[in-house]
């Protein structure tokens, strides 16, 4: 079982940048897989960007260029550096840990955060 907690949230205009931490307690050696999620109000929660233990990453094509995951294993954090965002880019972020790419993201198979909020002013 792994243990997530994020941090790094808040109020932000358009076109700033936030990070945000992910930091992972208990069995993190077993997860290969790390995410961003993110959830608007009366939206699906949706991926917004993945890494994997070999460093390879994917994006949301609606942050590419934007918003830059990456891990420190030392430390057992992730991180999601988050620049030039819009108002669209207000959510609720969620950190996931899963041991493979079928599990990540699941609801049942994989570890979530509490969330933390991000608000993009206009």
């Known amino acids: 079982q792994v243990q997530l907690v994020e941090s790094g949230g808040g109020l932000v205009q358009a076109g700033g940048s936030l990070r945000l931490s992910c930091a992972a307690s208990?069995?993190?050696?077993?997860?290969?897989?790390w995410g961003w999620y993110r959830q608007a109000p009366g939206k699906q929660r949706e991926l917004v960007a993945a890494?994997?233990?070999?460093?390879?990453?994917n994006y949301a094509d609606s942050v590419k260029g934007r918003f830059t995951i990456s891990r420190d294993n030392a430390k057992n954090a992730v991180y999601l550096q988050m620049n030039s965002l819009k108002p669209e880019d207000t959510a609720v972020y969620y950190c996931?840990?899963?041991?493979?790419?079928?599990?990540?993201?699941?609801?049942?198979?994989?570890?979530w955060g509490q969330g933390t909020q991000v608000t993009v002013s206009s």
């Open positions: 996931n840990a899963a041991t493979d790419i079928y599990r990540a993201g699941t609801r049942g198979f994989s570890s």
């Open positions: 890494i994997r233990s070999g460093g390879s990453t």
């Open positions: 208990g069995s993190t050696f077993s997860m290969n897989v």
